[in-house]
């Protein structure tokens, strides 16, 4: 069996692991960052050429499932991989860790985008922001006067607001270091994707606990149909039965 994982998230790297060496497994990355966490067994780097390009690449590579592992975030290829495993034929299962759920004390701003994040700046009267929201979606706040701290993993190029500093860093982050980070720069507004899991989820406890209030982007929706495993080991499962029904039949997993 021949599964391919679509990656770039710390649980795309934690089901390669969980699935090598017993089945072939297929990392592809985008090629966003110069110096990747590298997953186990093969990966390949860069985009397939939209929909019909992945649908061509699960035939010629004889895919027998995909699994979309990448961020949340990561709407467009979310939407090319339903389309090519319709296309294609081949199963496909989104893996998305949950989103993360405010707890008492938490002052959190729910917006649709990024965009709609910079315009809800000024009402709440912030001067000082942390953007954690990756270098990709700065230009959204280019035209933003107030002052933000970017944390991002490669240096980000412009369009970014015109009074920024960089931190170049990458998870995961400890309570004690987001505690300081935000003393350090008196952060009055913490901007984040609601990306989920623990390696990013300090900076909230360190906002409730300085009283910042967040402002938090919502996710895009996975597309229509396609199922959704929330932990890695239940994408393991499902990849298992497929294996099964196909060592079953003799033939190979695809319908
Ligand atoms: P995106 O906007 O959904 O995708 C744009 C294009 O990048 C896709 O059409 C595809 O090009 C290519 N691409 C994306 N993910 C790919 C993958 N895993 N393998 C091969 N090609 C891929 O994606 P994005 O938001 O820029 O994210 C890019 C990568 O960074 C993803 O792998 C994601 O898991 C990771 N990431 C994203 C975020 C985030 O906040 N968006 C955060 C952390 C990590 P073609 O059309 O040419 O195939």
């Given at each position: 069996m021949h599964v391919l994982i679509l990656g770039g998230t710390t649980e795309a790297r934690a089901l390669a692991e969980a699935l090598h060496p017993w089945t072939r497994v297929t990392s592809s990355l985008?090629?966003?960052?110069?110096r990747p966490r590298l997953p186990v067994g093969e990966v390949r780097v860069g985009g397939f050429g939209g929909a019909e390009g992945l649908a061509d690449w699960l035939r010629a590579h004889h895919v027998d499932a995909v699994i979309d592992?990448?961020?949340?975030?990561?709407r467009t290829m979310s939407f090319n991989a339903a389309r090519a495993a319709a296309t294609a034929h081949v199963p496909l299962l989104a893996l998305r860790r949950p989103g993360w759920v405010p707890v008492e004390g938490d002052r959190w701003h729910s917006v649709a985008s990024l965009e709609e994040a910079a315009a809800a700046l000024p009402g709440l009267g912030a001067e000082r922001v942390f953007l954690?929201?990756?270098?990709?979606?700065?230009a959204a706040f280019a035209a933003c006067p107030q002052w933000f701290l970017v944390r991002s993993v490669d240096a980000p190029a412009p369009?970014?607001?015109?009074r920024t500093e960089v931190l170049l860093d990458r998870g995961p982050f400890t309570l004690p270091g987001e505690r300081a980070l935000l003393s350090r720069h008196r952060v009055d507004l913490l901007v984040t994707k609601d990306?989920?899991?623990?390696?990013?989820?300090p900076k909230l406890q360190a906002a409730r606990e300085a009283g910042v209030p967040v402002l938090i982007v919502r996710r895009p929706p996975v597309p229509e149909g396609v199922p959704v495993a929330t932990t890695v080991e239940e994408a393991a499962a499902w990849v298992q039965a497929k294996d099964t029904a196909g060592t079953r039949r003799g033939v190979s997993t695809r319908p």
């Open positions: 985008a090629g966003r960052v110069a592992a990448t961020h949340p975030f990561a954690t929201t990756g270098r990709m979606g700065l369009p970014m607001p015109a990306s989920g899991g623990a390696a990013t989820a």
